[in-house]
């Protein structure tokens, strides 16, 4: 499977390929001719919103909880970033997944992602791929157990991830942000930490009530320390990110990571971070060392946001 990442400049150049974003899993993917979306006849349009949700039979409720979502996301986004991208959901019920998902993703029911910087594609309904981020929370320490259960319980005395999975609908959203208005993310670190900053930023600046749904499953992850994980620098994920070389689970580390660290710069400098932070990468579009990135990040930008890369190797 050839891979590609994806840069702004690149991308009217290089139309066929898909660029599949998730929080765990984020990698690009060369798009195959075979996966190839012309109709939406077997979905259901929700009418009267500013972007397309098209969603699968049965599930207008889910539909219009993530439409209503989006759409708010959306505005705020545009009076801080002064940009809207176009955008296409998709929700889809397990029948229709294959239609319309990237074709790698096709038997991975549940994956959020960014289809070609318009179309995104979420799961409709409660999966295995969702439960299997919850194996054992009966193991987990007794705070981290009350946290999960206050995020992620359900009323039936169960878990269901679908709160954090719904916000990860902003999160491949975020992708479209940063694709379309022609950002240079630099590195694939700032690509992924940008889109999680965009999230966080929203989440806490309106979404309050949603901050639970979204830290706990990062934080239970980045708690539970790095040992297990064969890769842990950031040399190795800008290295291993096309082809997701470095395994599903330690992909989820190095997200989760990222997830923790949008949270720490939303905290130290508030929601301007994202505004210049955006700005920045507008406007730097020249090549950069590591150096030199992490100085425009610190002196265009916030220290917070720099010390991502010059305190990565500390962290573990
Ligand atoms: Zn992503």
Known sequence: METTHIY???????????????????FSLAQNKSNNISSVSDLIELKGFTQNYYYSSGHEERA??????ME?????????LGFTPEIKLFILAPQHWKSYAALPLHDVYGFPHNIDRVRLAVA?????????????????????KRRVTAAYGTS??????????????????????????????????????????????????KKKNLLPALETFPDMVVNAGSTAYRYTSLADFEKLY???????????????????QAKNIYNAGGKNV????????????????????????????HPSVAKVYLNWNRVK
């Open 8 to 26: 702004p400049t690149e991308k009217l150049q290089k139309p066929a390929i898909i660029s599949v974003l998730l929080f765990l899993f984020s």
């Open 124 to 144: 409709a309904e409660d999966n295995d791929f969702w439960r299997s981020f919850l194996k054992n929370p009966g193991q987990l320490p007794n705070e981290m």
């Open 64 to 69: 219009l909880k993530l439409a209503k979502l």
């Open 156 to 205: 039936a005395g169960d878990y269901s991830m679908e709160p954090f999975f719904d916000l990860l609908a902003i999160h491949e959203m975020g992708h479209s942000y940063t694709s379309q208005a022609g950002l240079k993310t630099h590195r694939y670190w700032m690509e992924e930490l940008f889109v999680n900053i965009m999230l966080h930023t929203y989440i806490a600046e």
């Open 274 to 301: 994202m505004k210049k932070l955006w700005k920045a990468l507008k406007n730097n579009q020249n090549d950069m060392t590591d150096e030199e990135f992490a100085a425009m990040l610190s002196k265009e930008v």
């Open 242 to 260: 096309q082809t997701m070389g470095m395994g599903p689970e330690n992909y989820g580390w190095y997200q989760s990571m990222l997830h923790s």
């Open 72 to 80: 708010d996301a959306g505005r705020f986004y545009k009076e801080e």
